[in-house]
């Protein structure tokens, strides 16, 4: 039951390369999110959402551009990858406060070579 | 920066043996959350309990939290295989209700 769906679910880029990294949630949930899970870091939370056209910068933002033009959609662009990039990428959403339970995705593992 | 930090790193149990996991974080919370990711997919909410609040149980699975000592554990009862995952604690805190992670304990059950 696909309820958030992440697209690629594998991406190999370059170093300079432009890679954006897809997200689509169909429960209209307000908020949106994109972790980026690390050996050693556990998850870090990179750009998020509280609704179309409103977003924000989480601990780690730097290299990376979101959109958000409809609730349910939440892209994740790296401009141009570097290999500190190199990671795997998760989006989640949830109603937003009173309900912050977090519906996550199947994760983007994103290597940069 | 992290705000929970789970404790331990690695767990390894037999079937049928208990297993618990701490969370300790560092500044007053709204609410702490449990989740378990099995290798290579997303993570799974388990459980979500808020700062006025003590315990909270779900099947085999009992979360305690301890404001004054700023920590809180996870405890799953008679462990299965199917339990092997690593297991994260999330709190939210201050006027923010957005979830932070901590590295997570890895759970090894074996049969």
């Known amino acids: 039951d696909a309820g958030i769906t992440q697209s690629p679910r594998y991406k190999i880029t370059e170093t300079g390369r432009q890679v954006t990294l897809m997200c689509h949630q169909t429960?209209?949930?307000?908020?949106m999110f994109w972790y980026r899970q690390d050996l050693g870091h556990g998850l870090r939370l990179i750009y998020y959402?509280?609704?179309?056209?409103?977003?924000d910068k989480g601990e780690v933002p730097d290299g990376y551009v979101v959109s958000r033009s409809k609730t349910e959609n939440f892209p994740l662009t790296l401009e141009s990858a570097t290999r500190s990039q190199t990671s795997v990428y998760f989006c989640?959403?949830?109603?937003?406060?009173?309900?912050?339970?977090?519906?996550f995705g199947s994760g983007t593992q994103l290597s940069v070579l | 920066s992290q705000q929970g930090e789970e404790d331990p790193q690695a767990l390894s149990i037999q079937e049928g043996e208990n297993a618990t996991m701490n969370c300790s974080y560092k500044?007053?919370?709204?609410?702490l959350q449990w989740y378990r990711q099995n290798s290579g997919r997303g993570l799974v909410h388990l459980i979500l309990i808020r700062s006025n609040e003590r315990e909270k149980h779900s099947g085999r699975l009992r979360v305690t939290l301890d404001t004054s000592k700023k920590s809180s554990s996870l405890l799953i009862t008679a462990s299965r295989a199917a339990d092997t995952a690593s297991y994260f604690c999330a709190t939210a805190s201050g006027g923010s209700y957005i979830p932070t992670f901590g590295r997570g304990t890895s759970l090894i059950v074996h049969p």
């Open positions: 429960w209209s949930h307000s908020y």
């Open positions: 500044t007053s919370i709204n609410n």
């Open positions: 959402s509280a609704a179309a056209d409103i977003t």
């Open positions: 989640a959403s949830n109603a937003g406060t009173g309900d912050e339970k977090l519906f």
